[in-house]
């Protein structure tokens, strides 16, 4: 069954009375009673919006131009049929979609690729390459399109970027249950978007101030920029394990942070695509607000990304073989879409069977991912937000058991997982640097005696698990075989930045230990505000008419 738009309706528990809503607390362990899956009853206002206090990011960015737009919908300009790709015939078809993107991505203007209903035959990865390209299908559901892929990853060339992951992994040893790490665990998909040639970084400028919130920086020196040009701030450790900006970006003193984080020599610990709406000389306004501070202590700079924009996939299945699965990070490589250099993209309507991951994105900024539907086997990732900025998942269903139902994974900044129904659910939160992302408006379902909502993946040298602000609001746990007389534990969260923890609800008496953590609305039905990234999208959109 589809759930688009919509919350899964779950079956309401009598419980116990409720008390006063309790005041958000700064952390600890905190403890609720059972509560009824009903939402909107008493219609009670989080204190965290109403007093303005404790920091909450602005979330109403994340998406497809910046959830201004709706998504386009356009008419089909090519079709692969004319290139000799024809469904329910049992033969491959790879050669053929392999001409018919070819063809794509060398016509003028927008071009969308359309199949038709059936099912096609492929056995290598398609390549997603221009902008302005959509893959089109004729629907997600039985009698649309459906992308067969015969065989997975691993049995096909193996292209630039996987090569350097597994010289990667094995230069560090990386190892599962005796087995060396696979280099399709967390990369690489049948449908892969990428620029065709990776554009240099070169600092262009140093940036001067700016402050968390704000909407302008200064540079050192004025550039040819102009409006709608999208630049990349980058923050840089310069100063070890002591380093001020670590502890402003995981909102934490005295922490031994990993070796990635803590090596004054080493990459970017945060960066920010954010879209230029003005320049006067220096000084640039940006269309997004600013995650971080900007001092004279903080290394940060300034340069100009190169991304594929109007890219779409949509109206169609991806499938593979019913295989068992090969092991958490011994992946075969049945991954279905890979992600990468886009900015103000989609995927939209499409469902992933039998995958190791179904959706894995880096190098991102401003995607929506819109009713999509994970099912089948178990898997490693349902949806993997990468390194990437202000990716919105939206409608979407994970019916699969995966060890990630939805990831907001290694240098992850401001993304958006909304009104999502999640079977077994684990919202990871991976080590390194990932901050600043909501988990919003959530129903999920927990057949297993203990939840693993909370539990997280990263090695030790990315750590500690999350810097600030990661925000958790009205996510309903339901416990289909758990009894009901002790409170169920969420967490133990002891190694992350301070996170927002607003109406989490369950049918159980539960109790939440997360370190730093504000709580407010635990096992309080009723939020009167079921979605905070609807709410604040609301708000900015009239105060801009205004």
């Not at 969308?112 to 099912?119: E, Q, S």
């Not at 300034?302 to 499938?319: A, D, K, N, R, Y």
Request: hydrophobic share 40%; charged share 20%.
């Amino acid at each position: 069954m589809k759930v688009w738009g919509c919350a899964l309706a779950l079956t309401a528990i009598s419980c116990v009375a409720q008390p006063e809503l309790p005041l958000g607390n700064a952390a600890g362990v905190t403890q609720a009673p059972a509560a009824s899956a009903a939402r909107g009853a008493t219609g009670w206002m989080p204190q965290i919006l109403s007093h303005g206090e404790p920091y909450l990011p602005n979330f109403s960015y994340a998406g497809y131009h910046f959830g201004e737009r709706p998504l386009p919908d356009l008419p089909p300009t090519l079709e692969v049929a004319d290139f000799g790709a024809h469904p329910d015939d049992a033969l491959d078809d790879t050669e053929a979609l392999k001409k018919a993107l070819a063809a794509a991505s060398a016509a003028p203007g927008p071009v969308v690729l359309h199949f038709p209903k059936g099912r096609f035959i492929v056995s290598d990865i398609l390549y997603l390459e221009r902008s302005n390209l959509i893959l089109q299908g004729s629907g997600s559901g039985p009698g649309g399109t459906e992308l067969f892929f015969s065989r997975p990853m691993v049995e096909m060339p193996h292209n630039a970027v996987i090569q350097k992951i597994e010289r990667y992994l094995s230069e560090n040893d990386k190892h599962a249950d005796g087995k060396a790490f696979s280099a399709f665990s967390w990369t690489g998909g049948v449908l892969w978007t990428r620029r065709k040639t990776e554009p240099a970084q070169n600092s262009l400028a140093r940036v001067l101030d700016g402050k968390r919130g704000a909407h302008t920086v200064h540079l050192d020196k004025a550039l040819a920029l102009t409006p709608g040009s999208i630049v990349r701030l980058r923050w840089f450790n310069r100063a070890g394990d002591d380093s001020p900006l670590l502890r402003h970006i995981y909102g934490m003193d005295h922490f031994a942070f990993g070796p990635r984080l803590s090596d004054p020599n080493g990459e970017p610990i945060a960066t920010e695509e954010a879209t230029v709406a003005a320049v006067q000389g220096a000084e640039l306004s940006l269309v997004q607000p600013l995650l971080h501070d900007i001092q004279p202590d903080f290394a940060v700079d300034l340069v100009q990304p190169e991304f594929l924009q109007e890219v779409g996939i949509e109206h169609l299945t991806i499938s593979f073989p019913e295989e068992p699965y090969a092991g958490h990070h011994l992946e075969r490589g049945f991954n279905g879409i890979y992600l990468t250099g886009l900015a103000h993209s989609f995927v939209r309507d499409v469902q992933v069977k039998n995958s190791d991951s179904a959706i894995l994105s880096d190098d991102c900024a401003n995607l929506t991912l819109a009713q999509i539907g994970v099912s089948g086997r178990l898997g490693h990732y349902g949806v993997h937000i990468g390194d990437v900025f202000d990716v919105l998942l939206r409608d979407f269903r994970i019916d699969s058991d995966e060890f990630h139902s939805v990831s907001f994974n290694t240098k992850a900044r401001a993304n958006v997982a909304t009104l999502g129904v999640i079977y077994r659910p684990s919202l990871d939160q991976h080590r390194g640097a990932n901050e600043q992302n909501l988990f919003d408006d959530l129903n999920t379902r927990e057949d297993r005696p203990k939840s693993k909502l909370f539990e997280h993946g990263g090695a030790d040298y990315w750590g500690p698990t999350h810097g600030v602000f990661n925000t958790f609001w009205n996510v309903h746990i339901e416990f289909t075989n758990a009894a009901r007389g002790f409170p169920m534990t969420l967490g133990k969260i002891e190694d992350a930045g301070p996170a927002r923890l607003v109406g989490l609800t369950s049918n159980v008496k539960i109790k939440v230990d997360y370190a730093r953590a504000y709580v407010e609305g635990l096992g309080v039905p009723g939020i009167a505000v079921p979605s905070l990234y609807a709410y604040q999208l609301e708000q900015r959109l009239a105060t801009a008419k205004q």
